[in-house]
């Protein structure tokens, strides 16, 4: 029985879980939202919010800290600490938003789209110059 077991395993062992976790991480932080499973999203939500967490107090250990959680990749730290402060600042949770999406073709997977609350102004102005792909003429 799982009685107050935490967590999910998503049918990987724990090196291949958390590396899944660091990747979707790391491309919530650079692309402003990804497409993901339902599970998935569920389960890297707390990891965005601790990295988030990390943006809040802004000191040299909780850079190494976040730098550590992403990989050591200073590209992710930096756009994180530089985007996501003014969003750190203005919150006090709830950083990231789960959206439901259509069901994946192959497989019906729940499909979400993770993405953070509020955009930052650099990503807003980059938005609005892309145009709509699905959009038909």
């Not at 967590?7 to 939202?33: V, W």
């Not at 890297?44 to 943006?55: C, D, T």
Request: proline content about 3%; hydrophobic content about 35%; overall charge positive.
């Amino acid at each position: 029985m799982r009685k107050k077991v935490f967590g999910k395993k998503l049918g990987r062992n724990r090196k291949s879980r958390n590396i899944l976790f660091r990747s979707l991480a790391k491309e919530t932080i650079s692309h402003g939202s990804i497409k993901t499973t339902k599970a998935k999203a569920k389960a890297v939500l707390p990891e965005l919010e601790r990295l988030i967490g990390f943006v809040k107090d802004n000191s040299l250990v909780a850079r190494r800290e976040a730098l550590g959680k992403l990989g050591n990749d200073k590209k992710a730290a930096d756009a994180l600490f530089k985007k996501y402060g003014a969003l750190a600042s203005s919150r006090n949770s709830g950083y990231v938003r789960i959206t439901n999406l259509a069901p994946r073709r192959g497989d019906s997977a729940e499909m979400v789209s993770l993405s953070w609350v509020e955009m930052p102004e650099e990503e807003k102005k980059k938005n609005e110059n892309v145009p709509n792909k699905n959009k038909r003429n």
